[in-house]
């Protein structure tokens, strides 16, 4: 069974770039046909698709985030990772990563980002 | 971008009782080449990620108990949870999956009466 665990600072200031990092454990981030997704909750908001790497490295955004999103795949270290450009405190959110480009299974327990100077 | 519209925005239903939630969105997410609905539902508890309990609108994940069902096709779209338990207290999203970017909808909290 395929467990997620996210990592990163718990707090980045204005218009920095938040880096985090999504560890696999129980399976590769090699496996053919498997994809790993960041989405994202506003304290006491509703869930952000943020977009999603492939094995291969293939990539799918959400338009919305405006070309300030990168998530790439680390085969050697079995982890993916999310940066985030130029955040505002808009961005501040509890991060999850989570397996599937359809439906999400299964996700890790998330992190809190704020964003605050 | 598909926009998913779930009602009520929360519901408080009796111990036993049938709890119902509704999901709408604003085009059809049914893929007419497969005749499947491309959507999902998920579970959250407080202070847990969601959790993945019907995705193809009517098929139940592994594990997930026989009281929860999924129904409906095209644009509208029902959860329906048929015996409350007090472990079922949680907010409910559905997804869509039919095209990216992939979207939630508002959450449906359900509480105990």
């Known amino acids: 069974q395929v467990q997620l665990q996210e990592s990163g600072p718990g707090l980045v200031k204005p218009s920095e770039t938040l880096s985090l990092t999504c560890t696999v454990s129980?399976?590769?981030?090699?496996?053919?046909?498997?994809?790993w997704t960041w989405i994202r909750q506003p304290p006491g908001k509703g869930l952000e698709y943020i977009g999603y790497v492939s094995y291969s490295g293939s990539t799918n955004y959400n338009p919305s985030l405006r070309g300030r999103v990168t998530i790439s795949v680390d085969t050697s270290k079995n982890q993916f990772s999310l940066k985030l450009s130029s955040v505002t405190a808009a961005d501040t959110a509890v991060y999850y990563c989570?397996?599937?480009?359809?439906?999400?299974?299964?996700w890790g327990q998330g992190t809190l980002v704020t964003v605050s100077s | 971008d598909i926009v998913m519209i779930q009602s009520p925005d929360s519901l408080a239903v009796s111990l036993g009782e049938r709890a119902t939630i509704n999901c709408k969105s604003s085009?059809?997410?049914?893929?007419?080449?497969?005749?499947?609905?491309?959507l999902g539902w998920y579970q959250q508890v407080p202070g847990q990620p969601p959790k993945l309990l019907i995705r193809?609108?009517?098929t139940r994940e592994s594990g997930v108990p026989d009281r929860f069902s999924g129904s409906g096709s095209g644009t509208d779209f029902t959860l329906t949870i048929s015996s409350l338990q007090a472990e079922d207290v949680a907010v409910y999203y559905c997804?869509?999956?039919?095209?990216?970017?992939?979207?939630f909808g508002g959450g449906t909290k359900v509480e105990i009466k």
């Open positions: 129980g399976g590769s981030v090699s496996i053919d046909g498997y994809y």
């Open positions: 193809w609108a009517s």
């Open positions: 997804q869509q999956y039919y095209s990216t970017p992939l979207t």
């Open positions: 085009q059809s997410v049914l893929y007419s080449s497969d005749n499947k609905n491309y």
């Open positions: 989570a397996t599937g480009r359809a439906w999400f299974d299964p």
